[in-house]
């Protein structure tokens, strides 16, 4: 059975930091790609960033410079540094792996940025 579970959300002031992370059970971690996105309330899920198994990064623009995507396979872990919060980077963060065509998704962590 496959398991993905988020950690690291927390409340922290406008520019401070965050580094969330993605535990994933049940696959052949070292070639899978993990995304992570966000949901704040009453809005849609958005794509933030991904890492295929090779180690190649993609992230939504508006969290270039920012945010960055990393793994840890000898420890089936995925990480997103966050860097220079803003408050609009409010919401809850959602980690998925695809596995046999199938998405997995984490249960999310909150993450909230004061002003």
């Given amino acids: 059975q496959v398991q993905v579970v988020e950690s690291g959300g927390d409340l922290v002031q406008a520019g401070g930091s965050l580094r969330?992370?993605?535990?994933?059970?049940?696959?052949?971690?070292?070639?899978s790609t993990i995304d992570w996105y966000r949901q704040a309330p009453g809005k849609q899920r958005d794509w933030v960033a991904n890492i295929t198994h090779s180690?190649?990064?993609?992230?939504?623009?508006?969290?270039?410079?920012?945010?960055?995507?990393?793994r840890d396979n000898?420890?089936?872990?995925?990480?997103?540094?966050?860097?220079?919060?803003?408050?609009?980077?409010?919401?809850?963060?959602y980690c998925k792996v695809i596995w046999y065509g199938a998405d997995y998704w984490g249960r999310g962590t909150q993450v909230t940025v004061s002003s």
């Fill in 20 to 31: 969330l992370s993605c535990a994933v059970s049940g696959v052949i971690f070292e070639i």
């Fill in 55 to 70: 180690g190649t990064t993609n992230y939504l623009d508006s969290v270039k410079g920012r945010f960055t995507i990393s």
């Fill in 74 to 93: 000898a420890k089936n872990l995925v990480y997103l540094e966050m860097n220079s919060l803003k408050p609009e980077d409010t919401a809850v963060y």
